[in-house]
Nanobody
Framework: QVQLVESGGGLVQAGGSLRLSCAAS????????MGWFRQAPGKEREFVST????????RYADSVKGRFTISRDNAKNTVHLQMNRLKPEDTALYYC????????????????WGQGTQVTVSS
């Protein structure tokens, strides 16, 4: 079992930045691929970014490519999402997720989920 707790969300103006963090506990963290997903009101959950356990492979949704950066610190059991040049359409509840295996954009392949942290970007 892996427990995930997100933090770092908040209210920011368009063009601003936020850094989300996800702290993992439970099983060995280093063997898991980590992902960030988001869900806006009235919309389906969507993929944002993912990183494999040895930091050799990262993937991003086209909508965030060049603005968001995912990173992880296996020694501290944390994964981060640095979000720059935020837009109102980035407003959503952001979830951290974990899975065994390679990176994936498919949320159904992730086994563990956090409770989410709210990001609101004002125009």
């Amino acid at each position: 079992q892996v427990q995930l707790v997100e933090s770092g969300g908040g209210l920011v103006q368009a063009g601003g930045s936020l850094r989300l963090s996800c702290a993992a506990s439970g099983r060995t963290f280093s063997g898991y691929t980590m992902g960030w997903f988001r869900q806006a009101p009235g919309k389906e959950r969507e993929f944002v970014s993912t990183i494999n356990w040895n930091v050799g492979n990262t993937r991003y949704a086209d909508s965030v490519k060049g603005r968001f950066t995912i990173s992880r610190d296996n020694a501290k059991n944390t994964v981060h999402l640095q979000m720059n040049r935020l837009k109102p359409e980035d407003t959503a509840l952001y979830y951290c997720a974990a899975r065994r295996g390679s990176t994936s954009y498919r949320d159904t392949l992730y086994d563990y989920w956090g409770q989410g942290t709210q990001v609101t970007v004002s125009s």
